[in-house]
Structures are given as structure tokens and as C-alpha cells.
């Protein structure tokens, strides 16, 4: 096992990545720019190194910085959280070539499921189902009309180096096509620099699930079953849950036996979750991320595990340990993200916390690392805190969270906690009934 870490992030995700290390026993390097002196995670590791000014390409994605002070506190590995280099392929090997561990998976995976294009390809090869489309990189506009008469419209055409949603664009009559097909481009070229893209159907009522996975070096792999992350704003993602209210045991059983079966003939290591849009009773996989996501947490709630100690685990080599029918789902979790934004026009929200009083009580976990007097600083996203809530039912999580949320004091800033009550009071939230549509749907209504 590792004796010391360095934690390339900031905010809640250092914190959370620090509290595993701390119970693992092994001592913690923090990095920070100078915005970010009086975090939580500088004043809590065991050292802190400042690594540039606060604008993020100067610090936390300044790869040679982190390598010195990697280098310079004797730390053996590198825990990337979500976000900034988490999914660098250039970066984990790099930090590999330098004789450090990459806590993730091999830069060759990344790399793989970086390209959406590969991805899918590779994804449908080990039998995983796609969404129907074209067989790989749109060559023309007369191939992409070919294919969107062939699949039906409406369709999406997408970037193949996409991410944040953008180059994106849907085509709902033939008419549309080569307009759609020119902007995603263009889109592409300018947000990535390749413009290549593929073409999807586009599903109307997609409901957006997703599987947690953990395989270790020596080919065995396992899953931790679904989250529903379909409540979704300009697809960035707001509330989630685990278990889907949308399919049954049977069903998460066999879509997650399709995936760990994929990922382990792959050899696929260290955590990695796979995105799908579920309708009709299908699973048409989109993307996987090759790293711990923002929502984990309700999936270690009914899980009962601790994905971040196992994720240092696996990068010290050590095996899995259990198989898959010793994991087992226990009652039902909600996470909202509480973001320092107006409610009500989203617009960012920075500034010093005034007041500061975190909820507690039965089933509730607040990952965060805000405190009374914090400065929150306007170069990074503006996600403050995550709540969650643990409890036997869905019915019941929806009334913990009602309470929780009802204690939460964040003052001095702006935060989505008043939308969040109001998602929770929906009836059709408390249904269960929403797709991926329903949020963008539900902010525009008059309250
Ligand atoms: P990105 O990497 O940019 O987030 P994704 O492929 O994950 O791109 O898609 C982002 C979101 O766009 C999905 O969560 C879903 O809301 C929507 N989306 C993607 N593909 C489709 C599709 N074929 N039909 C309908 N909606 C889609």
C-alpha cells in the first residue's frame, strides 16, 4: 500500500479522496492555486504545495507543477479526482513515465473511451447495445442523409471528441439535416479542434442511466449497480439517484452482467462507469467515463463501499477481493448538487459564505467543503456542496432529503436549494416519472 498521495483537485472531491487516504492510513499532499489558500483541503493534508495562479490552466491542470510537487514531497501516487487531468491519457502516462501511480485506469483506456467514436465501437464489439447509427465517422452529408433515413428521424449529430454537451445538434426532418450536420461541425472544430462526427437517433424520452463499475489488474471486474442521472440542465447533471425508479432488479442485473463481461475482456482496471439512455424498456450505451464521477456517493450509500479506498487499493495492486454476488443494493439514495448559482437564472454565484450550517441527523452525508467566512472564488465550477440521503424506500429518501435540505443554512450567496425543494415537491418527481427533457421542462414553468 501507498504511504502518501497526491490529491490533484480541490473542493469537496480533495476532501472526499483525503478522508479515504486518512482511513487507509496514508499521509496526504494537497496542491492549490492561490485563490485557494484557505480551502478545506490545503488546511486539512498533512502538506499542501501551491502550484500556480488561480486561473485552472495555470494550476490545476499544470502538469509539471503537480509532478514537482509530487516529486519534492516523496508522494507514490496521484489520486486525480473528476474533472481537470482526471481523464488527461497524456497525464497518466506521464505520471507513470515519472515512476509514480496513476490512481485510474491505464492511459491506453482513456485514451479509448476519450474518442466517442472508438469508444462505441469497442463498447459494441464486447456485445454492449448503442444507440442505432452510423457505423462509425460521418465521411459526407450525403452519408449522413443516408443514414438518417436509414435510422428515421429525428437525429443527433455528434462530435466525436464531444464532452459538456457541445457539438450536438438535432435534425428533425430531412430538411434539417445540413444545417445540423454544418453547425456540430463547425461546433466541433471550435470547441476541440476535429471536427469529425457520427450520427445517433435521437431518443424523445430517454431516461439517462448510468453503471458504476471497479475491475482490478488481474481481469476481474464488477458493478455496483445503476444511477438515474436524468434530471439534467443543459446536461449537466442536478439530482441523482440510486436505484433507478425506472427498471427492476432483473433488468440491472442483466444489463450490469453485459457491461462487467465487456469491461473485463477489455481488461479494463480501476473505476469507470458507463452512460447509457434507457427507452422502451432498451439500454443504448453513449459514453463511458473513465474516472470517479461527482455522483458516486449514492451508489456507496446502497452499496455499502467505499469506492475511492477501493480505487487506491486497485492502484496498489491488490485484488478486488469479493465477486459480484457479494454485492448487494440496500434501500434507495438521492444526491442534489448544490450549486452557488441563482435558482431561478443559474447564473454563477461567487462570493464569501456568511453563515454556514451543515444538516446531519439519520441517512444524511454532506460532501463539502465549504465553512462559515469562506471565500468561494469565481475561477472554478460553481458546485458548492452535494447532499445525500440513505433510507429504505424512495418515499422515505424524498422526505429525508425535504428535511435535510430544510436545515442546510448557506448564507451570503445564492444556491440552488430553493429548486431543489421544489424538484422534491413535484408530484411527477416523486413518481419517479421524468426523461432527460423534464428538468429543462420544469425550470421554464412560472412558480
Ligand atoms: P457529452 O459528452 O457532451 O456529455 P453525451 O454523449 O454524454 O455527450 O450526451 C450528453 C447528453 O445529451 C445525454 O445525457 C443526453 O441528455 C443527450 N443525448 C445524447 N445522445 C442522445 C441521443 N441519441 N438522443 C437523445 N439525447 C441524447
Redesign the pocket.
Known amino acids: 500500500m501507498f504511504s502518501k498521495i497526491l490529491i490533484a483537485n480541490r473542493g469537496e472531491i480533495a476532501l472526499r479522496v483525503l478522508r479515504a487516504c486518512r482511513e487507509l492510513g496514508i499521509k496526504t499532499v494537497a496542491v492549490h492555486s492561490t485563490a485557494d489558500e484557505d480551502a478545506m483541503h490545503v488546511r486539512l493534508a498533512d502538506e499542501a504545495v501551491c502550484i500556480g495562479p488561480p486561473a485552472a490552466r495555470d494550476s490545476y491542470l499544470n502538469v509539471a507543477a503537480i509532478l514537482s510537487a509530487a516529486t519534492i514531497t516523496g508522494a507514490e501516487a496521484i489520486h486525480p479526482g473528476y474533472g481537470f487531468l482526471s481523464e488527461n491519457a497524456d497525464f497518466a502516462e506521464t505520471v507513470e513515465a515519472h515512476g509514480l501511480a496513476f490512481i485510474g485506469p491505464t492511459a491506453e483506456h482513456i485514451r479509448m473511451m476519450g474518442d ?1 467514436i472508438t469508444a462505441k465501437t469497442t463498447m459494441e464489439m464486447l456485445g454492449v447495445p448503442l ?1 442505432p ?1 452510423s457505423d462509425g465517422e460521418l465521411k459526407s452529408l450525403d452519408e449522413a442523409r443516408a443514414v438518417a433515413e436509414q435510422v428515421g428521424y429525428p ?2 449529430i ?2 466525436t471528441a ?7 445538434k ?1 435534425a428533425r426532418d430531412a430538411s434539417e439535416i445540413e444545417e445540423a450536420w454544418s453547425v456540430a461541425r463547425t461546433e466541433a472544430r471550435t470547441a476541440f479542434g476535429n471536427d469529425a462526427v457520427y450520427l ?5 424520452k ?1 431516461r ?1 442511466i448510468e453503471l458504476q463499475i471497479l475491475g482490478d489488474n488481474y481481469g476481474n471486474v464488477v458493478h455496483f449497480g445503476e444511477r438515474d ?2 434530471l ?1 440542465r443543459r ?1 449537466q447533471k442536478l439530482l441523482e439517484e440510486a436505484g433507478s425508479p425506472a427498471i427492476t432488479a432483473e433488468q440491472r442485473d442483466t444489463i450490469g452482467k453485459t457491461v462487467t463481461d465487456a469491461l473485463s475482456k477489455m481488461g479494463y482496471r480501476n473505476a469507470g462507469t458507463l ?1 447509457f ?1 434507457y427507452q422502451d424498456g432498451q439500454f ?1 450505451f ?2 463511458m467515463n473513465t474516472r470517479l464521477q461527482v455522483e458516486h456517493p449514492v451508489t456507496e450509500m446502497v452499496c455499502d463501499v467505499d469506492l475511492v479506498r477501493e480505487q487506491i487499493r486497485i492502484a496498489a495492486g491488490e485484488k478486488l477481493g469479493y465477486t459480484q454476488s457479494d454485492i448487494t443494493f440496500s434501500g434507495h439514495a438521492i444526491e442534489c448538487r448544490i450549486n452557488a448559482e441563482d435558482p431561478d437564472t443559474f447564473a454563477p454565484c461567487p462570493g464569501t459564505v456568511a453563515v454556514y450550517h451543515a444538516p446531519g441527523g439519520l441517512g444524511v452525508r454532506i460532501d463539502s467543503a465549504l465553512y462559515t467566512g469562506y471565500k468561494v472564488p469565481p475561477y472554478y465550477d460553481s458546485m458548492i456542496a452535494k447532499v445525500i440521503v440513505h433510507a429504505p424506500t424512495r418515499a422515505e429518501a424524498i422526505a429525508r432529503m425535504h428535511r435535510a435540505l430544510d436545515e442546510f443554512v448557506v448564507e451570503g450567496i445564492k444556491t440552488v436549494i430553493p429548486l431543489h425543494r421544489r424538484i422534491l415537491a413535484d408530484p411527477e418527481f416523486q413518481k419517479g416519472d421524468y426523461t ?2 423534464w428538468l429543462e421542462q420544469f425550470t421554464a414553468r412560472p412558480h
Do not use: T, W
Open positions: 466517442k444507440v447509427g437525429v443527433l455528434k462530435a464531444g464532452g459538456g454537451g457541445r457539438g450536438m438535432v445517433e437517433k435521437y431518443l424523445d430517454p439517462h442521472c436524468s439534467q446536461h452512460e439512455l443504448c453513449i459514453e432527460i427533457h
